[in-house]
């Protein structure tokens, strides 16, 4: 019990402080998961639209590809990439091993089904009618499932929301195509495993703490702008 | 001036084929009623004219077959109001803006519509939170702010309750009128097509078995079925027994009925069609009538209809007759009671007893 309370004290005067080390990681995590976030939303929105409005032969095999893609475990995706970007690997030129480029490549992996499945289920859950009814008053293919996307926009933000919470607190993938690179690499969750590997308690919790408010930052968003809707 | 013209069209839902229309016109600024039971293909035949599912066929609008453009020169309002997360006005000026009309135009013509159909008050509220009637008058107007050329409704009463679709109906007919939009009407509810349509096209089995002046269609339906649809509930078998200039003597089971309808030619054996309406029942024949008909009867069953009872008699033959409930009860019918239903020698409708 001691050992816990003199890592929480460690870990409150850690974070204010502004402990250089908690700042790096806390900072690569959201630059990392961010960036990859960002690269999922660009790939998954429109996948997902396409996806979820879409009427085409293969549609439900990409369906149950994207649902399979939500529960990929990490090490198999790091392994995935690290295989890829290895020195000899096929992508090896490219120089990629042990850096950021890498662990983002790895995060949209798995931030990217998570995004194109849950927008392809919120775009499903419109009523096909609607799309009738705004066929009807005269919109194009393209302005019909924008408008619709309009419509479920608080779903897609759960759908981003939940691509961005895949990846800030994933450990397995960023570790084996990351390498844990002090000041570079090393991310919140790298660098709570290894602190605690260490018995440096108050630095990990102090990161757990920081992982934990982002999370919980990122669910209050989201709360808040379902909370906030129109009545309906 | 035909604006819509379809000739063989065949639509297909699910691999299917579900409505054949040989030719159907569409003169500019009368208004047609689709009208048919459930499941008689009338929705579908709707939205194959609007242009919204494929079909087979010529569908000609303006004598030209229909293009993309088409689409932007109608509009349609379905039995739900659809309507999107956002204020009434824009809503209201959703097809406008799809047409990239600026924003202050656009919403002026809005707010012409909502003032039209009495909801200017609702401009600024959220469409989600709106009653039913009020959400279908804005679907109403999202719809008429196009000034279309053809205004599809789908059915667009059939959600709602009795006093809001009475004043809903009310209004739209006023609209209507004062903008003279061609519109096609969809409705299962021969009061709806009444109070509406100058046309009635009726649809049965997702074929077209009659399209003529709505009068015509109620008062002379082209076959039972129609007829049945239509509200005439009396349709009996009769055999001609003689005809001249002026009467037809029909045989109806072991009586005789005097019609001034011609029978079909070549056709003895027939259809008689009486509106419930139009039979008259009273105690007993003794007072002078000119209704040329008085058959006696016993009431079978009086049930309350609307506003009206509807009594079913045994005259050899069943035959239906609507009363209003103060003859009901002047009458003090009760089932089992002997009466006299009759009915003037010019209002049966003659109908050949085999389909053609």
Same mark, same amino acid.
């Given at each position: 019990m001691d050992l816990i309370l003199s890592g929480l004290g460690e870990a409150i005067v850690r974070i204010l402080r502004f402990d250089p080390e908690v700042m790096d990681a806390a900072g690569a995590s959201l630059a990392i998961s961010g960036t990859a976030t960002l690269v999922s939303v660009a790939l998954g929105l429109p996948l997902g639209i396409w996806l979820g409005l879409g009427r085409f032969r293969g549609r439900g095999l990409l369906l149950a590809l994207m649902n399979t893609g939500m529960g990929l475990p990490p090490v198999a995706v790091g392994l995935f990439v690290a295989v890829l970007v290895w020195r000899s690997g096929p992508l090896g030129g490219l120089d990629m091993y042990c850096t950021r480029a890498a662990m983002i490549t790895a995060q949209v992996l798995l931030a990217a089904p998570t995004v194109i499945g849950l927008t392809a289920v919120a775009l499903q859950s419109v009523d096909p009618m609607l799309r009738l009814q705004l066929a009807a008053l005269g919109a194009t293919s393209r302005q019909s499932a924008w408008i619709v996307a309009r419509e479920t926009r608080l779903l897609l933000l759960t759908a981003v929301m939940a691509g961005f919470g895949a990846v800030i607190s994933e450990i397995g993938a960023s570790l084996m195509v990351g390498c844990n690179v002090r000041g570079d690499t090393r991310i919140l969750t790298t660098a709570i495993a290894l602190d605690t590997s260490k018995g440096e308690f108050g630095a990990a919790f102090a990161l757990a703490f920081i992982l934990l408010g982002i999370i919980f930052a990122l669910n209050a968003v989201t709360t808040w702008a379902q909370q906030h809707r129109r009545p309906a | 001036m035909t604006i819509l013209e379809a000739t063989d069209l065949v639509v297909r839902r699910g691999g299917r084929e579900v409505v054949r229309v040989e030719h159907l016109t569409l003169v500019a600024g009368e208004t047609l009623a689709l009208l048919g039971p459930n499941g008689a293909g009338k929705s579908s035949l709707a939205l194959a004219l609007a242009g919204l599912l494929p079909t087979e066929g010529a569908l000609q609008f303006h004598g030209r077959p229909i293009g993309p453009a088409y689409r932007r020169r109608v509009a349609m309002v379905f039995q739900r109001p659809l309507l999107l997360d956002r204020s009434v006005r824009d809503n209201v000026a959703l097809g406008l803006a799809l047409r990239g009309v600026p924003r202050v135009p656009r919403n002026l013509r809005a #707010?012409?519509?909502?003032?039209?159909? !009495?909801?200017?008050?609702?401009? #600024?509220? &959220?469409?989600?939170?709106? =009653?039913?009637?009020?959400? $279908?008058?804005? =679907?109403l107007g999202r719809a008429l702010a196009l000034d279309p050329e053809l205004l599809f409704l789908d059915e667009p009463f059939a959600a709602l309750d009795a006093p809001t679709r009475e004043g809903l109906l009310s209004d739209l007919g006023r609209a209507l009128r004062g903008s003279g939009t061609t519109t096609i009407l969809v409705t299962h509810d021969r009061?709806?097509?009444? &109070?509406?349509?100058?046309? +009635?096209?009726?649809?049965?089995? !997702?074929?077209?078995? $009659?399209?003529? /002046?709505?009068?015509?269609?109620? %008062?002379?339906?082209?076959?039972?079925?129609?007829?049945?649809?239509? !509200? *005439?509930?009396?349709?009996?078998?009769? $055999? +001609?027994?003689?005809? %001249?200039?002026?009467?037809?003597?029909?045989?109806?089971?072991?009586?005789?009925?005097?019609?001034?309808? %011609?029978?079909? /030619? !070549?056709?003895?054996?027939?259809?008689?069609?009486?509106? /419930?309406? #139009? @039979?008259? *029942?009273?105690?007993?024949?003794?007072?002078? =009538? &000119?209704?040329?008909? &008085? @058959?006696?009867?016993?009431? +079978?069953?009086l049930e309350n209809a609307d506003r009206r009872v509807r009594v079913t008699l045994d005259c050899g033959f069943p035959l239906v007759a609507h009363i209003t409930r103060q003859s009901a009860r002047d009458l003090g019918l009760r089932e089992g009671d002997r009466v006299v239903a009759s009915f003037k020698a010019t209002v049966p409708h003659l109908l050949p007893r085999r389909r053609r």
């Open positions: - | #707010d012409e519509e909502l003032s039209r159909l !009495g909801v200017t008050h609702l401009a #600024d509220r &959220s469409a989600l939170g709106l =009653s039913g009637g009020e959400a $279908q008058r804005v =679907s009061d709806e097509a009444l &109070s509406l349509a100058d046309r +009635v096209a009726v649809l049965v089995g !997702g074929r077209l078995r $009659q399209v003529a /002046p709505t009068e015509e269609v109620f %008062t002379r339906p082209a076959d039972a079925e129609v007829a049945a649809f239509v !509200g *005439i509930e009396n349709v009996l078998p009769a $055999q +001609v027994q003689s005809a %001249t200039d002026e009467l037809s003597v029909l045989r109806l089971g072991e009586l005789t009925v005097e019609v001034t309808a %011609t029978p079909p /030619p !070549g056709d003895d054996s027939l259809l008689l069609c009486i509106r /419930p309406d #139009d @039979i008259v *029942i009273a105690r007993d024949e003794a007072r002078a =009538s &000119s209704a040329r008909n &008085s @058959i006696a009867a016993r009431v +079978v069953r």
